[in-house]
């Protein structure tokens, strides 16, 4: 059965109630001070170190402990991560990369020995997930991230950023030789999130992943299971409209999933609630079903509805409750209420 999860930075705050009041209490979590929370959380802590000292290392088996042990006095288990080391010079093949993979290797570690069986990973270099609007007019009202590509091209492109996409593969091939052994023995399957939006180039930077050949290619750099994909829907959806045959394709090798909805093309969409996008998202579920999947699922990219502030785009309250309880919905539809009734 799924792991119905929720992603959030291990700093209590009054949403963690809303949570578990939903019935969810498994996690994927940052990092506290990983490259995923300054890009996306960090604003919004500023200046709260929490239990870290100034100096802690987030990836060390020390601090993911405290962090798990955060999230534990809370009442949620830690089901994956999905936050790394910075990771810019690992996916453009720069010197100093081979620090970072060992710090990769690090956490990895970490993670086994705490009983974390899922790292999310990504090869967005330079940039993480890109909008041209964080408050598009949605459904009612609700504000909604969007894309435009026009609006994008129209701005300068990002400094440092001429790298040719083989340069991206062949440093992706020599990361995974480096991590996949490690990964096996430790326990953790890797799972590799597209490229959000799934477009060749951004701003002048190349972007591999943003296809579904380009996840065949991956899967075949190595064929260990612990080499993965987190399947994020909506980014499958705009490179190829039949997501259940590729949820049917990939099968085994998705040990991670975010459930998303969008409405329209990989160069101009927007982000909708959970039953208002292009996705047959109850097809979706029942291919996780057919499938086997067991693995993390949450809810992602959601609208700021009314009332809301929308300092956090995309991750605001109301839209995330809304959103668990529709895939709790869909997964008894799908997994069967006997079975659903087990979600963790």
């Not at 170190?49 to 009442?75: C, K, N, T, Y």
Request: aromatic share 8%; proline share 6%.
């Amino acid at each position: 059965m799924i792991r119905l999860s929720e992603f959030l930075s291990p700093r209590p705050e009054p949403l963690w109630d809303l949570i578990r009041q939903a019935g969810v209490m498994d996690v994927v979590a940052v990092l506290r001070g990983g490259e995923q929370e300054q890009r996306m959380f960090a604003s919004l802590h500023h200046g709260h170190q929490g239990r870290h000292a100034q100096d802690h290392v987030p990836w060390s088996e020390a601090s993911i402990a405290e962090d798990q042990a955060v999230f534990a006095d809370a009442g949620f288990s830690v089901a994956a991560i999905e936050d790394t080391v910075p990771m810019d010079r690992i996916r453009l093949g720069l010197p100093g990369r081979d620090e970072d993979i060992e710090s990769v290797i690090e956490q990895i570690h970490a993670m086994g020995n705490l009983g974390i069986g899922v790292l999310c990973y990504n090869w967005m270099a330079i940039s993480s997930w890109s909008r041209t609007s964080i408050d598009r007019p949605g459904r009612g009202g609700a504000r909604v991230t969007a894309f435009r590509a026009r609006d994008a091209d129209a701005l300068p492109d990002v400094e440092g950023s001429a790298v040719e996409p083989e340069q991206m593969w062949s440093a992706l091939e020599y990361f995974l030789h480096a991590v996949i052994p490690v990964a096996e023995r430790s326990g953790v399957r890797l799972g590799m999130h597209p490229d959000d939006p799934p477009l060749p180039r951004l701003r002048g930077v190349s972007r591999i992943m943003g296809s579904a050949d380009a996840f065949r290619r991956l899967l075949g750099l190595d064929p260990s299971g612990h080499n993965g994909i987190t399947f994020c829907q909506a980014n499958f959806a705009l490179m190829e409209r039949d997501v259940p045959a590729l949820i049917h394709e990939f099968g085994s090798r998705i040990p991670f999933v975010h459930f998303r909805n969008v409405r329209g093309t990989a160069d101009d969409f927007v982000e909708t609630f959970h039953d208002d996008g292009d996705i047959d998202m109850l097809a979706c579920m029942r291919a996780y079903a057919e499938i086997g999947f067991d693995g993390p699922l949450r809810p992602d990219h959601v609208p700021t509805m009314a009332g809301e502030s929308n300092a956090r785009p995309g991750y605001e309250s109301l839209g995330r409750l809304f959103a668990l309880g529709y895939t709790r919905g869909l997964a008894q539809a799908a997994y069967g209420v006997d079975a659903a009734g087990g979600l963790r």
